[in-house]
């Protein structure tokens, strides 16, 4: 598989990602995702010092704001924007809406677009989106326990550590570093510190995962401006640039089980529009729905070899003051899985890391962040991957 | 009995206190298919019609080549299981009961990875067979068995819940008083069945085989005239609660065309045994066997009829008695609609027997209604003949009407 067809890629010069927004997570509610996406909208024009009708643009994803769609929200939050957009893509999602947005905002097909991954969780939205995520899901995997996707990342967790020798022990230095990371983000929904004991003793999931190996699921949302670097200078806010970003779907459909993404396609191309190199990133912020999946993203991403992330991580540190921080809010092992949110929340990480805005710690002086999305078991492996490097453009405070 | 509004049995839902939980019932016009050829015991997948290539899970459109020209067809279920797990939780309140689960994927021979449930003996790396039956919703359910053989260990609570082995079960069969009948008892009391009831119309009259019944251990002859709603009442009263599987070999083929003289008289004493005798057993014997099926421990059950070929497509030489086991066909699809997600599996058997029954076919049409219990099915065919026209009336029921009418 090639990475990219002829000719080069035009890079993301002027484009500026400000305005790095979350609402406070809650395990349940009974507000529906059309609120959640609403109150990140206000949230980020204020932080922004916006007017609403400067919002030209919107970019939602959310797996529970059906029966609407993006365009329902326009006339529901009164706007009237000239693109809109909306990603399906899970955990994929952020990254996926900031490539598109980033292209919309350099054409001057839009001037402001709000990005905005939101979603409810009641007590059953769980057990509901996972019982109509997909028809390949329905047809073929939910006869078989209705597992989600702890059926799927159990089989390709043992997979992957019987083939490079991953322990326990290292999935556990990444659950319990996030957790230390997570105890100064307010509305963590885990805010108690996690041993090493804690996590290799917790209940069986679906082996070999235990509790701490998955996210728990809640409501929350999150989001971030996409504008261009003229209008946040003018508006005088923190911003950081895109030095570079891909997308990848339905990568390796031929492999038995998934222990490769689709990063692996096109990380050469990502290194090389950016300019920068593995060394130069002061925070990776991965996707995490489970610990396994950051392994494969430290590995495809070009941090290391393939096979190689546990010894990786066996000489490193993984806390924000650590050798590699990673996942420095706590990220969804911690926090909690908002639906699609879930999706937004390393990228909004590394806006307030760069731009100095965070709600805990910051990693010093930090530069360069690459961000990874993955997202929807559309059968018995994730389909969508993406990574971005974001360079800091102007901090804030 | 405990009717709803819409008066189906009381099906298991989230209100249903005591009643247990069924998977989701299938949804897409592929999960069907795969149910009605696991049904019968056969593992189909799409196979492209333009490339070749093989597919699942099931599509509209070739991955390969992207032609709509898909077909299904039965593969033999070889590959390698490639990765395992123990599920310990579950979204669906009906396999939180059942935890802890094994599932895996297998690399099939033929092409594609698919999901099923683990028999015990089948661990990562094994080579496998993948067989489909119908779980307890109606959808197809793959199952792997390690290919060499090996000790089975431990409990497989939800396998056995796929299949209705007679082992330790309370068994009721309609009518003994014919060769089939018999064999029925014996192949059921041969395999474990705890107790048996015999049914026959009066039990006082002599009949080949009685004393052979009677004799046998674990088997009473139990009155049961299908005729009469109060007798089939009256058994439902003493032995419905406790019944996991109802054979009804009550149905007889008889040779007449519709132009004979008495057909009509014939055809209404007849209906009184295969139409509303059926009727009769499934008002009084259902709901009871629904109530056991839902309960706690060894759970599935079983409603067994016992269908001439000639239920499928009319043989006119047989055409009056082949109408009304047309109607009685057409009432057990009805009933299998009403039992879904009960725990209770409806298995038609068809054989092709026209005329005597001699006690080999009778003990071939036992045979295949074991095999077609113990291996969840809920079409069995019995007999060569029988192969052909299933085969036949699959593929065009409208050619096979025609084909009949020369034979």
């Known amino acids: 598989m090639s990475s990219s067809g002829a000719g080069k890629r035009v890079d993301y010069g002027g484009v500026a990602i400000a305005a790095p927004t979350t609402i406070a997570y809650e395990r349940f509610s009974r507000r529906p995702a059309q609120w959640w996406i609403g109150r990140a909208l206000r949230e980020m024009i204020e932080c922004a010092g916006l007017e609403v009708r400067a919002v030209d643009g919107l970019s939602v994803s959310s797996f529970t704001l059906l029966p609407d769609t993006v365009v329902g929200l326009t006339e529901h939050f009164g706007l009237t924007p000239r693109w809109v957009d909306q990603i399906p893509m899970g955990g994929a999602s952020a990254l996926v809406a900031l490539r598109r947005a980033a292209r919309a905002v350099q054409a001057r097909d839009a001037d402001i677009i709000a990005c905005i991954g939101g979603d409810t969780n009641g007590p059953d939205s769980f057990g509901a989106t996972v019982a109509g995520f997909s028809r390949f899901s329905q047809d073929a995997m939910y006869p078989y326990g209705a597992a989600g996707p702890n059926a799927n990342f159990a089989m390709i967790t043992r997979a992957y550590m019987q083939k490079y020798g991953a322990r326990r022990e290292d999935f556990g230095a990444i659950c319990v570093a996030q957790r230390e990371n997570a105890l100064k983000t307010p509305h963590a929904m885990m805010k108690r510190p996690l041993s090493m004991e804690e996590y290799l003793s917790a209940r069986l999931i679906a082996d070999p995962l235990r509790l701490f190996d998955c996210v728990m699921p809640c409501a929350g949302a999150e989001g971030f401006l996409v504008l261009r670097e003229e209008t946040a200078l003018s508006l005088g806010i923190p911003y950081v640039r895109l030095l570079s970003a891909i997308e990848r779907h339905n990568a390796f459909p031929e492999d038995d089980i998934q222990l490769r993404g689709g990063w692996a396609v096109d990380v050469g191309d990502m290194w090389s529009m950016s300019g920068v190199r593995p060394d130069d990133i002061d925070l990776f912020e991965s996707y995490d729905d489970y610990p396994v999946v950051c392994m494969m993203q430290i590995e495809d991403l070009g941090f290391c070899r393939k096979g190689e992330a546990a010894e990786f991580i066996r000489s490193h540190t993984l806390t924000v003051n650590g050798s590699f921080p990673h996942n420095t809010s706590g990220g969804q092992l911690s926090v909690g899985q908002a639906g699609a949110a879930g999706g937004y929340l390393g990228t909004v990480e590394a806006i307030r890391q760069l731009t100095g805005q965070t709600f805990g710690p910051s990693v010093r002086n930090a530069r360069y962040a690459l961000v990874s999305g993955f997202g929807m078991i559309n059968f018995d492996r994730g389909v969508c991957s993406a990574a971005a490097i974001l360079g800091l453009g102007r901090a804030g405070g | ?407």
């Not at chain 2, 989230?14 to 999960?31: D, F, I, K, L, N």
């Not at chain 2, 599932?103 to 094994?126: F, T």
Request: hydrophobic share 40%.
């Open chain 2, 1 to 407: 009995m405990v009717r709803d509004r819409n008066s189906r049995l009381k099906g298991p839902g989230p209100c249903s206190g005591s009643v247990t939980p069924a998977p989701p019932r299938p949804s897409s016009h592929a999960a069907f298919v795969l149910a009605a050829y696991a049904a019968e015991g056969s593992l189909v997948l799409q196979h492209c019609d333009e490339c070749g290539a093989v597919m699942y899970p099931p599509r509209e459109i070739c991955p390969a080549c992207l032609s709509d020209g898909l077909s299904w067809r039965a593969e033999n279920g070889d590959g390698v299981l490639i990765a395992e797990t123990t599920l310990y939780s579950s979204t669906s309140a009906y396999f939180r009961e059942r935890l802890p689960l094994r599932v895996g994927a297998i690399r099939l021979d033929v092409g594609p990875v698919i999901a099923a449930h683990l028999r015990m003996n089948a661990h990562a790396g094994d080579r496998v067979r993948v067989t489909a039956v119908t779980d307890r919703s109606g959808n197809a359910a793959f199952i792997a068995s390690a290919q060499r053989e090996r000790c089975d260990m431990g409990e497989e609570t939800l396998i056995e819940e796929f299949i209705c082995h007679p082992r330790n079960r309370n068994v009721l069969i309609t009518n003994v008083s014919t060769p089939t009948g018999l064999a029925m008892v014996k192949s059921m009391r041969d395999h474990g069945a705890r107790q048996i009831y015999a049914g026959c119309a009066d039990p006082s009259i002599e009949f080949a085989g009685k004393n052979v019944l009677t004799e046998m251990q674990g088997v009473s002859l139990a009155a049961l005239d299908l005729r009469s709603s109060s007798s089939v009442a009256t058994l439902a009263r003493q032995i419905g609660h406790e019944l996991d599987i109802l054979i009804n070999t009550s149905h007889s083929l008889r040779h007449g065309s519709i132009t004979c003289a008495g057909s009509y008289e014939a055809a209404r004493s007849d209906a009184e045994i295969e139409i509303f005798g059926l009727m009769r057993l499934f008002e009084a014997f259902a709901e009871p066997m629904r109530v056991k099926a839902s309960g706690v421990g060894l759970t599935s059950g079983a409603w067994v009829n016992i269908f001439s070929i000639y239920a499928l497509a009319n043989a006119p030489s047989c055409g009056v008695s082949a109408a009304l086991q047309a109607g009685a066909f057409s009432l057990s699809q009805s009933m299998r609609a009403e039992f879904a997600g009960c725990g209770v599996k409806l298995l038609n058997v068809f054989h092709d027997n026209d005329g005597a029954e001699d006690s080999r076919w009778s003990s071939a049409v036992a045979a295949a209604t074991l095999d077609g219990l113990c291996r969840g099915l809920e079409t069995v065919v019995v007999g060569v003949r029988a192969r052909d026209i299933y085969k036949r009336w699959r593929e065009d029921p409208s050619v096979l009407e025609r084909e009949l009418v020369e034979q």
